[in-house]
């Protein structure tokens, strides 16, 4: 859902990249030069399109089983070269094996599998998913 957002209108059909400006705008908006993006599921329509486009303003990237792995190639996955965390639970039986296929062509990654999860991964494992985040951006700088 969109929360209470019912009236706005998505800048892209569902399941389609969206505009790299979108997310640049609300860093922006937001007065951010550069951000860690963390992504799960249906914003990867939205956080692929621009950390792909914007490397310059991506400190670090955590897609937690995203949509859109699919709509890039290996090369434009090739070119990035921020820290990524790939995440997914390997109970996933929609997006895991698919979106980690498509991602390992990330060069500067890893990947945190939380054992018996399945898709909302960080729901149904809280405390992997948080050591596993604070381990990640603990490593940045």
Not at 11 to 31: D, K, N, Q, R, Y
Not at 50 to 71: E, H, R
Not at 96 to 123: I, Q
Request: net charge negative; hydrophobic share 35%; proline share 9%.
């Amino acid at each position: 859902g969109l929360g209470r957002s019912s009236d706005a209108a998505a800048p892209s059909p569902l399941g389609e990249p969206a505009p790299p400006t979108f997310i640049s705008e609300v860093l922006s908006s937001l007065g951010l030069e550069r951000a860690v993006i963390i992504s799960p599921s249906l914003s990867g329509m939205y956080s692929l399109p621009f950390v792909l486009n914007n490397p310059q303003s991506v400190a670090g990237y955590v897609p937690v089983a995203p949509i859109c792995t699919d709509k890039f190639t290996a090369q434009d996955y090739g070119r990035v070269q921020f820290p990524v965390l790939i995440v997914y639970g390997d109970g996933d039986e929609q997006l895991g094996e698919v979106s980690l296929r498509n991602l390992k062509n990330l060069p500067n990654s890893r990947e945190l599998c939380m054992k018996g999860a399945g898709h909302a991964c960080y729901l149904d494992d809280p405390d992997t998913w948080h050591r596993g985040l604070l381990d990640f951006l603990s490593g940045l700088h």
